[in-house]
């Protein structure tokens, strides 16, 4: 399903005229040279395959304007996988040339994709971007030889610092205004891979020499990190200070700034607003009731939602640009190994702890069906977007502590055995690890916010809809009655099996279309530390939200989706009965 | 003497003799006849990372018990 998808999108980006290519080696900054040239965002990561679809923007290059197309990275060109079978169709789409960009501080290995790349005949000018970092490494490199030894222009550049792009312009203006239609065929039948890395070996050894690089402090770290000790320590300390600050910080900015602000602030604005207009009761109660769209808007939205998702965009961007992520998925591949899939999968699931949409279309990048569905259903049973868990630590922690632990350990739970069940039911294979370990960067402030507002504005345009939706709803089911009416149908499940008040009923509705918003209005009513442990169970494994929904079928179908919304909407309500009725039996005991 | 990559040790230098049919094995850059340095080994069935020349990659134990070496003296 999703391959012809994909094809149909394909074949309106591949029917453009005057497309330059930009191709590359995984995690090489590809990204930024798009986002730096075309002026139309993409978020760049440090770990390969950030890329796993592909964007199109313009440049304009001496007063004509072309199609830049960012190709997905690969480190071949044999279509062995989703990534190398899209950049196939690339190149044989008539492009007018072809933007190549070298890792500096990997330098045969871009040669060796760049030397697959020169057999299509089409003009390529190059960029030796990273440099510093080859510099810091110790290798000097001369770029005149390696221009000549290669046949093409090499510009080199530092493209999150914009260093060199001009000149790089400048070069592929020359190229496009010299030459012909370019065929697009391979020149001759594909070598082998050793046959290309035999000759970028040779050129490399030409062009390359090693000085005394001093290796830097990060190298160390970087170096030390991968170690298991003391990496595993250093990665326990990564995770759980960046679960710090956002919790922490959230927790703070929620109490100094944002709580008061809109109840002290915005909320008495509208209610005095209101209350001078000649409204029907109704009308004014569904504007600024208990649940009116103009309360709950601002205290769901602003004050629960907002601080949570702006701090784990803030660290997370960190993570992912500085090369963490990938040793982290190194040192817990023997336990994701034992759940039955690859310690690379982990990447995506932590992208899922932000949202759940990019993590499934990043297992676009695992080699099987099977990991991806692994990975998918993991994310939808067990793995809460930041929304909710902002949600749930606000619900929880006001309690205890120890309820947030509650919750977190049964959320572990259902990962682990979701994994275990899914791998051993599901048919295929999932592949061994198999990853290429970045340096050690600290993220180029102009490039880590840049990302930051991008994935904030995105966020704000994909997430403020469904939730204003959300909002409208509650108020409209909350303050005409009509909840009243759900709340008497759904008792038996909401009252008698899951054992809270009936007004939780709306919990459920409009868990549907968010899942934080399925937290939010338990916020609001008065319930015992095992109803809030039971509801906080249920919103965690509850539905996987709309956009979820429509993502899983775009990429696997919609018999997948719904497979997995039963799933997820079953299990959620029969655990947290099941937890409900053994914790009375237990207590009833003391 | 030939072993398979996962019992190789840390800090020595090997060429690798034997690989699978995995080609992103060889598109990566470990095929028959590269230099690799074993860089460390991961308990409980973890993976090994060796480094190339300009690179570090991380193998499965899956992949590395599979894959043959002979150290280079």
């Not at chain 1, 995690?27 to 199109?56: C, D, P, Q, R």
């Not at chain 1, 190398?84 to 045969?108: G, Y």
């Not at chain 1, 090499?154 to 610092?161: G, H, M, Q, R, S």
Request: proline share 5%; aromatic share 8%.
């Amino acid at each position: 399903m999703s391959r012809c998808h994909e094809l149909q999108e394909d074949r309106e980006v591949l029917e453009l005229s005057d497309k330059i290519l930009l191709m590359g080696p995984p995690n090489v900054g590809k990204s930024v040279f798009f986002s730096e040239l075309t002026n139309i965002h993409v978020v760049s990561s440090n770990y390969a395959g950030t890329t796993v679809s592909y964007m199109k923007g313009t440049v304009t290059i001496d007063g004509r304007q072309y199609n830049l197309l960012d190709v997905p990275g690969t480190y071949a060109l044999a279509a062995t996988s989703l990534a190398e079978e899209v950049a196939l169709r690339f190149l044989a789409s008539n492009p007018r040339a072809i933007l190549f960009v070298l890792n500096a501080a990997d330098l045969e290995g871009s040669i060796k994709l760049l030397l697959e790349v020169l057999e299509f005949n089409i003009p390529v000018v190059g960029a030796l971007n990273l440099a510093d970092v080859a510099n810091r490494k110790g290798m000097e490199i001369d770029v005149p030889a390696l221009s000549r030894e290669l046949g093409i222009a090499i510009v080199p550049t530092v493209a999150v610092k914009r260093q060199g792009l001009a000149e790089l312009v400048q070069e592929l203006a020359q190229v496009l205004a010299g030459e012909a239609a370019a065929s697009g065929e391979r020149s001759r039948v594909r070598g082998s891979d050793v046959e290309y890395w035999q000759r970028a070996k040779e050129i490399t050894s030409k062009v390359m020499r090693w000085t005394n690089g001093s290796p830097s402090r990060l190298d160390r770290l970087g170096d030390a990190m991968l170690k298991p000790w003391p990496g595993i320590p250093l990665a326990a300390l990564v995770i759980l200070l960046s679960i710090g600050v956002v919790v922490g910080a959230g927790k703070a900015l929620r109490a100094v700034l944002l709580l008061p602000l809109v109840n002290q602030g915005i909320v008495p604005l509208f209610e005095a607003l209101f209350s001078r207009l000649p409204l029907p009761e109704v009308v004014h109660n569904v504007l600024i009731g208990e649940f009116g769209i103009f309360r709950i808007s601002f205290e769901w939205i602003l004050a629960l939602v907002m601080p949570y998702v702006l701090l784990f965009q803030l660290v997370f961007s960190f993570l992912e640009d500085s090369g963490i992520l990938p040793r982290i998925a190194v040192l817990f591949d023997n336990i994701m190994r034992k759940l039955g899939v690859q310690g690379g999968s982990l990447i995506n699931i932590m992208l899922g702890y932000g949202c759940a949409v990019p993590a499934i279309i990043g297992t676009r990048t695992a080699t099987t069906r099977k990991e991806r569905l692994i990975v998918t259903t993991i994310v939808c049973f067990a793995v809460p977007c930041i929304s909710q868990t902002g949600a749930l630590f606000s619900l929880l922690a006001a309690y205890s502590y120890w309820l947030v632990l509650g919750v977190l350990l049964t959320g572990l739970l259902v990962f682990v055995l979701v994994s275990i069940l899914t791998s051993r039911l599901l048919k295929g294979t999932v592949d061994p690890l198999v990853i290429e370990i970045p340096n050690l960067l600290i993220p180029e402030r102009r490039a880590y916010f840049k990302k930051f507002f991008i994935r904030a504005k995105h966020f704000l345009v994909d997430a403020e809809g469904p939730m204003l939706m959300a909002v409208m709803i509650a108020a409209i089911l909350a303050e005409t009655g009509l909840l009243t009416g759900i709340s008497t149908v759904l008792k038996p499940l909401v009252s008698g099996w899951l054992g809270l008040p009936p007004e939780a009923s709306m919990s459920l509705i409009l868990g549907i279309i968010r899942r934080e918003m399925s937290v939010a209005p338990l916020l609001a009513l008065d319930l015992t530390s095992l109803q809030v442990f039971v509801g906080a169970v249920v919103s965690l494994i509850y539905l996987p939200c709309m956009s979820v929904f429509a993502i899983v079928a775009k990429e696997f179908g919609a018999k997948v989706a719904v497979a997995i919304t039963a799933g997820t909407t079953f299990t959620a309500l029969f655990l947290g009965g099941l937890l409900n009725h053994l914790i009375r039996f237990a207590l009833s005991l003391v | 003497m030939k072993q398979s990559l996962y019992e190789a040790k840390p800090g020595k230098e090997y060429t690798i003799v034997h690989t699978p049919d995995f080609r992103l094995l060889s598109s990566i850059g470990l095929f028959n006849g590269a230099k690799v340095k074993m860089e460390s080994k991961y308990a409980l069935g973890g993976p090994v990372s060796v480094s190339l020349s300009t690179k570090k990659i991380a193998v499965g134990k899956d992949l590395a018990t599979q894959i043959y070496v002979r150290e280079v003296r």
